[in-house]
């Protein structure tokens, strides 16, 4: 199977889609609402919510916490999230926390976007890529 493609000499081929991917993955609200909750990756498999809370409550008030499970081991997936009553608060944990090791493994944390439900979901194209008239199948 051969594919042709043309470049335009306009577009550049790679492009990072981040921030254009965040506009289509949050919430069109996201710009007025509050980034109080933060996606924590690089859980240790032992990590339970009660010493989730106990590591982030020092930076202020936690709400809730929630460590994303395997459905079919019921093991730890290695993040999770947690969420504090005030915006300053995660901006400090997120400071202070990025990097640090919890129980021997470094965490990663980025202040979590909003789940979109029930809309369809948009992937940007990196690149224009060329129309279906120009491939050879």
């Known amino acids: 199977m051969r594919f042709l493609v043309r470049r335009s000499s306009t577009t550049p081929i790679f492009q990072n889609p981040t ?26 498999w032992s990590v339970d919510e009660k010493s989730l809370k106990d590591a982030f409550s020092s930076y202020g008030e936690v709400t809730e916490v929630r460590i994303v499970y395997d459905r079919d081991s019921g093991r730890s997936r290695g993040f ?22 919890l129980l021997g493994r470094p965490l990663r944390l980025n202040f979590a976007l909003d789940k979109v439900r029930g809309g369809p979901v948009v992937v940007p194209r990196l690149s224009n890529m060329g129309n279906d008239s120009s491939r050879d199948t």
């Open 19 to 44: 921030s254009t991917f965040r506009s289509y993955c949050s919430s069109s609200s996201s710009s007025s609402s509050s980034n109080n909750k933060l996606f924590v990756g690089g859980l240790s």
């Open 80 to 101: 999770g999230f947690v969420e504090f009553v005030k915006e300053d608060d995660a901006l400090s944990a997120k400071h202070a926390m990025d990097g640090k090791a």
